[in-house]
């Protein structure tokens, strides 16, 4: 487990908006993020990458990215977290419903929803 700390940007999730769906889980390649007593948390700072591609599937709002003081992100530690506690929840496209095993799919807001869009349908939402 690393032991410096630096100013960095990290996840910070708001226990009272969150909801504990889970959405924000599979984004987290690093598996920083768990549900656990049915709200996410970030399991270790070391493990949270600060990239943020949890933040756009919060149906709530409740992630945010902070800067603050937090352990260095360990790509060793993060890799080998998950490795072994991935928690893989799959989703759908909202337009078509394929899910992301069979098309890519990527975050998008819709109607002030938080969902996904598969490559197949994100063309016809930019162009109309």
Not at 27 to 52: H, M, N, S
Not at 73 to 91: G, L, T, V
Request: proline share 5%; glycine share 8%.
């Amino acid at each position: 487990m690393s032991t410096t700390t630096l100013k960095r940007q990290i996840v910070r999730i708001d226990e009272a908006l969150c909801n504990g769906c889970g959405a924000c889980v599979s984004p987290c390649a690093e598996g920083a993020i768990q549900v656990i007593d049915g709200k996410a948390r970030v399991v270790r700072d070391e493990l949270c990458d600060g990239a943020g591609f949890c933040l756009g599937v919060c149906p709530t709002g409740a992630l945010t990215i902070e800067v603050r003081e937090a352990a260095e992100f360990d790509h060793e530690a993060a890799d080998a977290h998950a490795a072994s506690h991935k928690e893989y929840i799959p989703q759908s496209c909202f337009r078509c419903g394929a899910n992301e095993d069979a098309v890519p799919l990527v975050p998008v807001r819709t109607a002030g929803t938080s969902t996904w869009v598969c490559t197949r349908c994100l063309p016809a939402l930019i162009h109309g």
